[in-house]
Nanobody, 125 residues
Framework: QVQLVESGGGLVQAGGSLRLSCAAS????????MGWFRQAPGKEREFVAA????????NYADSVKGRFTISGDNAKNTMYLQMNSLKPEDTAVYYC??????????????????WGQGTQVTVSS
């Protein structure tokens, strides 16, 4: 059984930084792709970043390129999202997701099979 648990959200001023964590159980990183998505009130869930550790490949949304970095610790089976230079428009609930049976870091919400419960990120201006 796959379980994903996010942590690290909070309130930060514009220009600040946060690091989100996603602890995964039930799968090993090397056999999956994992990603981060976010959903702001009244908006659809959108892609933020995704990674394939086996293929050493990462994808980022244009809106976060150069500011956010996805990484992982295989020993801890934990994925991270380092978010720098945060903007008010980054405010959202952030979800981690796992894509089973494929290692391609897709940008598509529907390509992911398991989801965490989400963690709130609020950036004040």
């Amino acid at each position: 059984q796959v379980q994903l648990v996010e942590s690290g959200g909070g309130l930060v001023q514009a220009g600040g930084s946060l690091r989100l964590s996603c602890a995964a159980s039930g799968r090993t990183f090397s056999s999956t792709a994992m990603g981060w998505f976010r959903q702001a009130p009244g908006k659809e869930r959108e892609f933020v970043a995704a990674v394939s550790w086996r293929d050493s490949l990462a994808n980022y949304a244009d809106s976060v390129k150069g500011r956010f970095t996805i990484s992982g610790d295989n020993a801890k089976n934990t994925m991270y999202l380092q978010m720098n230079s945060l903007k008010p428009e980054d405010t959202a609930v952030y979800y981690c997701a796992l894509r089973d049976y494929s290692t391609y870091p897709s940008m598509g919400v529907r390509d992911y099979d398991y989801w965490g419960q989400g963690t709130q990120v609020t950036v004040s201006s």
